[in-house]
């Protein structure tokens, strides 16, 4: 059984920065690659970053490019978003998953793992 808890989301002004991470509890050889999405208000759940399980490859929403940073520490089992310049456009709740195939998707269907998420809130 997998499962991923994340945590970091809040309020913050525009311009700022959150670091969001995702702990995860699997048995070995049940999960690979993780990703973040993210869902705002009646608008659908959107690809934020990717990486592959050793960290090598990783991939990007085009809106978050040079200012999202995602990352892994296999040793502690968490994944992180490191989020900086935040907009008000960033709001949304983010969710953190997980896939038992070591790819690098902005599908959310190739992921099987899901957590509850986080809200993160951007005021102008």
């Known amino acids: 059984q997998v499962q991923l808890v994340e945590s970091g989301g809040g309020l913050v002004q525009s311009g700022d920065s959150l670091r969001l991470s995702c702990a995860a509890s699997y048995r070995a050889g049940s999960m690979y690659s993780m990703g973040w999405f993210r869902q705002a208000p009646g608008k659908e759940r959107e690809f934020v970053a990717a990486?592959?399980?050793?960290?090598?490859?990783?991939d990007y929403a085009d809106s978050v490019k040079g200012r999202f940073t995602i990352s892994r520490d296999n040793a502690k089992n968490t994944a992180y978003l490191q989020m900086n310049s935040l907009k008000p456009e960033d709001t949304a709740v983010y969710y953190c998953a997980g896939s038992r195939w070591d790819l690098v998707s902005a599908i959310p269907t190739l992921y099987e793992y899901w957590g509850q998420g986080t809200q993160v809130t951007v005021s102008s």
């Open positions: 990486i592959s399980w050793d960290g090598g490859t990783t």
